[in-house]
C-alpha cells in the first residue's frame, strides 16, 4: 500500500503506558488504514483502547511501536520521531477533533468559540465561523454562549469549530455518548455528509446501532481490531 493513498495508514501500532513497575498494554500491533472520504466507525467497550486509538491518530499521544504516516506525514515509525513543533502544525493544518464533553469557552459566544483554532493560525476569519454555523444548523445561534445553548446545539458549535481549519481528517471520540437520540443522529448524519464531501471521519462509539451506519466497521477490544 502507498501511503500517498491514505490519510493514515498505521501498521503494527502499539502503545504501552508504564503504571509503577507494570506495564499496561493499550493497543499491540493494530493495523488502520483510512482513504480520503472514508467513514469509518471504531467500535468497541470502554477500557477497549479506542481513546488511546484516536489520541495517536490525532498525533496528542506518541505511539511506543509501530509506523504511522498521518496526512503524508511520517509520524512514527522507520527510525522518524516527529518533533513537536511539527505534530503542533500538522494537528492545525490536517486534524479537527469532536469530543463528547464538548470543550467550549464558556465565555465566548458560538462565533468565537468556532474562531479558536485559528487564533493560532494568525488567520481570524469570522465569515467562515459564521457559515460554517450555519451549516450545522445554528445560524440563529451566533451570538449565543454554550449556556444558552443545549447539548446538541454544543456539540454543533464544537462540530463547526473542528471544520474551521480545513482538515482533511476529522476524528470523533464518542461525540454523541451525551445526546439524545434524535440529536444524535442529525449529528452523525452531518459527519456522514462530510464524509461524502471527502473528509476522513474516524468516529468512536459504544453504540452497536450507530456504528453499521459507517462505511467501515473496526471492532476494538483488549487493544486488538478484531474479526467479530
Avoid at 483554532?117 to 445561534?141: E, F, K, M
Avoid at 456539540?155 to 482538515?167: D, E, T
Wanted: proline share 4%; net charge negative.
Amino acid at each position: 500500500m502507498s501511503t500517498n493513498s491514505y490519510v493514515v495508514e498505521a501498521r503494527d501500532l502499539a502503545k504501552t503506558y508504564t503504571l509503577g513497575k507494570r506495564d499496561i498494554p493499550a493497543l499491540r500491533a493494530i493495523d488502520l488504514a483510512l482513504p480520503p472520504g472514508e467513514f469509518t466507525v471504531l467500535l468497541g467497550p470502554s477500557g477497549a483502547g479506542k481513546t488511546t486509538t484516536l489520541n495517536l491518530m490525532g498525533c496528542l499521544d506518541r505511539a511506543t511501536a509501530g509506523s504511522l504516516p498521518v496526512a503524508g506525514q511520517m509520524i512514527t515509525g522507520n527510525g522518524v520521531r516527529t518533533g513537536e513543533a511539527r505534530l503542533d502544525a500538522l494537528r492545525r493544518e490536517h486534524i479537527g477533533f469532536v469530543f463528547a464533553d464538548f470543550h467550549l469557552l464558556p465565555t465566548l459566544t458560538a462565533t468565537e468559540n468556532v474562531q479558536v483554532p485559528l487564533i493560532w493560525s494568525d488567520r481570524i476569519d469570522r465569515q467562515r465561523a459564521r457559515d460554517l454555523l450555519c451549516r450545522v444548523g445554528l445560524g440563529h445561534r451566533l451570538t449565543h454562549r454554550p449556556d444558552e445553548l443545549s447539548g446538541g446545539e454544543m456539540q454543533r458549535v464544537a462540530l463547526a469549530r473542528a471544520l474551521v481549519n480545513r482538515p482533511s481528517l476529522l476524528l470523533a471520540d464518542e461525540p454523541t455518548a451525551n445526546l439524545d437520540t434524535r440529536t444524535r443522529d442529525e449529528i452523525f448524519d452531518l459527519l456522514r455528509e462530510l464524509s461524502g464531501e471527502g473528509l476522513t471521519v474516524l468516529l468512536a462509539t459504544h453504540d452497536h446501532e450507530l456504528a453499521e451506519r459507517g462505511d467501515t466497521v473496526l471492532r476494538l477490544r483488549g487493544g486488538v481490531i478484531v474479526s467479530d
